[in-house]
């Protein structure tokens, strides 16, 4: 008797034991990390949006959810990428945070309480670059530990902290390009805060792209329901897309773009100031306006604003 229940014991252990084997496997299988470090050939996005408490990849083709990092309320995030270390930066209007794949922080840089950040992306150089919406709004640069080590002031003439500008770029002549939202132009700016180009894009522009080493900008132009190109050299408008020019989609508000190399244009149609909520939140559309390929989310992302493509 005590030898049969012995063995049951026995049995009972490796059976356990081979279940909580299982179980453990299956656990480290489905909670596996995402490679931010995998070369994904444009399959995946990182994403995040104004009015969406996510920032998320997500496989293009299946639109599952591969790495989620969820922000706080009010912290709407209009610009988010992967640096070359492999971690995440965004902004988050109430400023901007470095954070790892396993979702530690490296910084958080907070800006006042009557300013906003909308603008964190990294230079060239490893540093980060951050532009504040206020009175007088600024531009700040940080080494890669995440030390300020240039800060300029500057004036946009937009009374509304709100309406300043979003997405900011910094050029190889160590020139500022800058949106002005309210006012809807794109101006050039030096290091001492001189405007020294201007044009006139309409609506209110939300992100700016040097495309062809800086001789093209890519301008989205939010509310205006378009986007541009811009001649670097001449300051004139060659180009201007809108939903007339596009079969079976509608431009809502027009925020980040990227241009690929193929020349397809990748596209966030954001939705927050629109009643129609039909339209697809990020497409591709192919250099003759014809859409190639539109996320099918089903609902389950309620804005897209900013987009960082893994190349």
């Not at 909580?20 to 994403?47: H, N």
């Not at 894009?201 to 939300?206: A, M, W, Y």
């Not at 129609?276 to 804005?303: C, F, H, Y």
Request: hydrophobic residues 35%.
């Amino acid at each position: 008797m005590n030898m049969k229940r012995f063995l049951n014991h026995r049995l009972l252990y490796v059976l356990l034991s081979s279940l909580i084997a299982c179980t453990i496997q299956a656990i480290k299988l489905e909670d596996s990390p995402f490679s931010f470090g995998q070369k994904y050939r444009g399959e995946k996005f990182l994403i995040a949006g104004c009015g969406w408490d996510k920032v998320a990849v997500i496989d293009k083709r299946t639109c599952r959810f591969e790495w989620v990092h969820t922000i706080g309320k009010g912290e709407d995030c209009n610009d988010v990428e992967v640096t070359r270390e492999q971690n995440i930066l965004y902004a988050y209007t109430a400023g901007a945070r470095l954070i790892t794949p396993g979702q530690h922080v490296v910084w958080d840089y907070k800006v006042g309480g009557n300013e906003e950040l909308f603008t964190a992306t990294q230079l060239s150089d490893g540093g980060y670059l951050l532009a504040i919406c206020g009175h007088p709004a600024r531009i700040v640069e940080l080494d890669n530990n995440g030390r300020t080590i240039k800060e300029i002031h500057f004036e946009t003439g937009i009374e509304t902290v709100h309406n300043q500008f979003r997405q900011i770029e910094k050029t190889r002549r160590n020139t500022y390009l800058i949106p002005l939202f309210g006012s809807g132009e794109l101006i050039e700016m030096n290091v001492s805060g001189q405007i020294i180009n201007r044009v006139k894009v309409g609506g209110t522009p939300f992100s700016v792209k040097q495309l062809k080493k800086g001789k093209c900008l890519l301008v989205g132009c939010g509310d205006g329901h378009h986007w541009v190109e811009i001649d670097a050299k001449t300051w004139k408008i060659g180009r201007l897309v809108t939903s007339g020019d596009l079969e079976g989609l509608s431009l809502l508000f027009v925020a980040e773009l990227s241009r690929y190399r193929n020349g397809t244009t990748l596209l966030c149609n954001w939705n927050g100031h629109s009643k129609d909520k039909s339209q697809p939140k990020l497409v591709e559309i192919d250099r003759n306006n014809r859409i190639t390929w539109q996320l099918d989310d089903k609902g389950t992302i309620r804005n897209i604003s900013t987009v960082w493509c893994f190349p």
